[in-house]
């Protein structure tokens, strides 16, 4: 079992190792070093600790079922995760889904992306000494969670994005806590401009350090804001459309030097971005048809009252996670009762809306794309996550394999370190955002 | 229209190599012969097609079939904003196929996940090792043959 530098290394040079569990290694990668002092001889990076099979796993899940799984691959913007997998299934069954609903994903995603660049900067910064920048991040990020917590029911596994739509209406009121958020937000960035663009020790731990050329980037597959730091204005947002961002207006911004600082740069002008989108899909949110209903009644007080009221009367469930009701389940979801659950009204009422249901959930029925195979992408928090998932047919997929950005990413960290010191391995892995839980899948 | 192009130029270029070409729900396809897989790469980096990103590489199981392993590659071209899928087949008895490592240097680690995950091996690959099972582990867990249920733990588990 000796690895490839127990092999090779230079019997005079020291092996030390990095992980698996270290405070900087943001989940659990070991880096081994041959040091020659401080500086790095050389590396090797093993990953595989938190894999837990998830493309096995999704191969024996049908493709309801297999939502939540998504949710802990990138598990700091799982919306986003949601998202691409469910275009993905989509575009194989080809249904399209109603604005309300695509305004809310495209909300709910860049609600998800600042979350993932606060997160990623956060820790960087706090691994630089800037602790500081580190809690108010954290605090900017607890007021957008608070919004997605809200319409979501969860903070971090949200399955929230559904085939077809999105599992309920935004909560009734959304628009004062986003609006919250967003100058929160935008207070954060400017103090953590303030308190690292020119701050000496922030600068002398990224500048010039961990650099990558435009022709490296493209050779380990970069994607995202890493990509874009080198100067490179690819983004899947712009590059292939997808939810309707090519109606909207924002920038890419892009870096010059490919180096840490320009990284860290990328991502705080992007999260600016995001906030124009943010913004805008408030401006563009479709009424609900129904308009949010405060009141209905709980799933069990439904059931009850289906028993002793009279069945002719319209019964309202409350439209925020305790079910899509009725009355906007239109607004939110396909209007095709092969691949959404129906209204739970009809459900937990009518004997039609229950045989539906079980059709829905029971093993070899459900959800059955077509035979193909299909590859989409969306711009994930750190690049473009991609879904190509091939389908025999049946319910559930044959082969579901995930492009995961951070992959490509940290493939290229043993090049960027090599004959660096060891105090920089902690910003240039800090500022790539590698996310275990996608990469190791 | 510049499509199409990519797909005839390979065509024309390559006639005893092409097996198929399609583009299902949109996504340019093409199947190869796996010989021909280094030459048909070095071509589609060079312009006018400028492929110089490996965006994804898989592999799919397909056991029964007479060639069991199906190679999936993704490339992009970012001066033509384009992608393109490349398959080919491989038998379960020679289940090698050329190294991109040579193209691209994300090849790397890709081509070690899929030998870790399917046994497929990869001719000209430097550090052909696995990549996120341990060096104890036995066979190759994303083969369909492979049960869903079966543990290697290192450490015996409790009873």
Not at chain 1, 114 to 119: A, E, M, V
Not at chain 1, 287 to 313: D, F, H, K, W, Y
Not at chain 1, 345 to 367: A, D, N, P, R, V
Not at chain 1, 369 to 385: A, H, R
């Amino acid at each position: 079992m000796s690895s490839r530098i127990q092999r090779e290394a230079r019997p005079e040079s020291l092996l030390l190792n990095m992980g698996p569990s270290h405070p900087a290694m943001h989940g659990a990668v070991r880096i081994m070093l041959e040091l020659d002092g401080e500086r790095i001889l050389n590396s090797e990076i093993e990953v595989g600790y938190l894999h837990r099979g998830f493309e096995k796993t999704c191969e024996n899940r049908t493709y309801f079922s297999l939502l939540p799984y998504t949710d802990r691959l990138n598990y700091v913007s799982p919306l986003i995760n949601n998202a691409g997998y469910v275009m993905a299934v989509e575009k194989l069954l080809g249904i399209a889904v109603p604005e309300r609903a695509r305004v809310i994903r495209v909300l709910m995603s860049e609600l998800s992306r600042i979350s993932d660049h606060l997160t990623c900067l956060a820790a960087m910064a706090m691994e630089c000494g800037a602790f500081t920048v580190f809690l108010y991040k954290i605090k900017a990020r607890e007021f957008l969670w608070d919004v997605i917590e809200a319409t979501t029911g969860a903070r971090m596994t949200t399955s929230y994005i559904r085939i077809g739509g999105v599992r309920a209406d935004l909560h009734p009121d959304y628009e004062p806590a986003v609006q919250k958020a967003l100058a929160e937000t935008r207070k954060v960035l400017k103090d953590v401009h303030g308190l690292l663009d020119k701050n000496k020790i922030f600068l002398n731990r990224t500048r010039d350090i961990g650099v990558m050329t435009q022709d490296g980037a493209i050779s380990y597959g970069w994607t995202g804001p890493a990509l874009r730091s080198t100067g490179i204005a690819y983004d899947v947002r712009k590059a292939h459309p997808y939810l309707g961002y090519d109606r909207l207006a924002f920038d890419i911004p892009t870096g010059e030097r490919g180096d840490n600082f320009d990284r860290y740069m990328v991502r705080m002008r992007e999260m600016e971005q995001s906030l124009r989108i943010v913004e805008q899909c408030l401006a563009q949110m479709p009424r609900s048809g129904a308009g949010v209903m405060a009141g209905g009644l709980e799933p069990a007080e439904a059931i009850r009252a289906s028993r002793t009221r009279n069945p002719a009367q319209p019964i309202k469930l409350s439209p925020n996670l305790e079910g899509s009701g009725k009355a906007v389940h239109k607004d939110i979801l396909a209007d095709d009762q092969r691949f959404v659950i129906p209204p739970k009204e009809e459900t937990y009422t009518s004997i039609e809306g229950l045989i539906s249901h079980f059709k829905f959930f029971m093993k070899g029925h459900g959800i059955q794309p077509p035979k193909g195979e299909v590859y989409v992408s969306v711009e994930g928090g750190n690049g473009e996550l991609g879904y190509y998932i091939v389908s025999d047919g049946t319910d559930r997929p044959y082969r579901l394999h995930l492009r995961a950005p951070c992959l490509h990413l940290l493939a290229s960290l043993e090049e960027l370190i090599k004959g660096r010191m060891v105090a920089d391995i902690i910003p240039t892995f800090g500022s790539m955002n590698i996310i275990l839980g996608e990469l190791d899948r | 229209m510049a499509e199409k192009t990519t797909l005839e130029a390979l065509k024309q270029k390559f006639p005893e190599y092409v097996v198929e070409m399609s583009a299902p729900f949109g996504d340019e396809t093409v199947v190869i012969r796996k010989e021909a897989l280094l030459e048909i790469v070095a071509f589609l980096r060079k312009p006018p097609f400028d492929f110089q990103m490996l965006l994804d590489l898989t592999c799919v199981d397909h056991p029964g079939r007479s060639d069991r392993f199906e190679m999936v590659y993704h490339l992009f071209s970012l001066a033509s904003n384009r992608r393109l899928r490349i398959k080919l087949s491989l038998p379960e008895q020679a289940a090698v196929v050329g190294s991109l490592v040579r193209f691209w240097k994300n090849a790397n680690w890709l081509e070690r996940e899929v030998f870790d995950m399917f046994g497929v091996r990869f001719e000209g690959h430097p550090d052909l090792r696995r990549l996120f099972m341990n060096d104890a582990f036995e066979g190759h867990p994303l083969r369909k043959d492979y049960p869903l249920r079966k543990r290697q733990p290192l450490i015996p588990l409790r009873k």
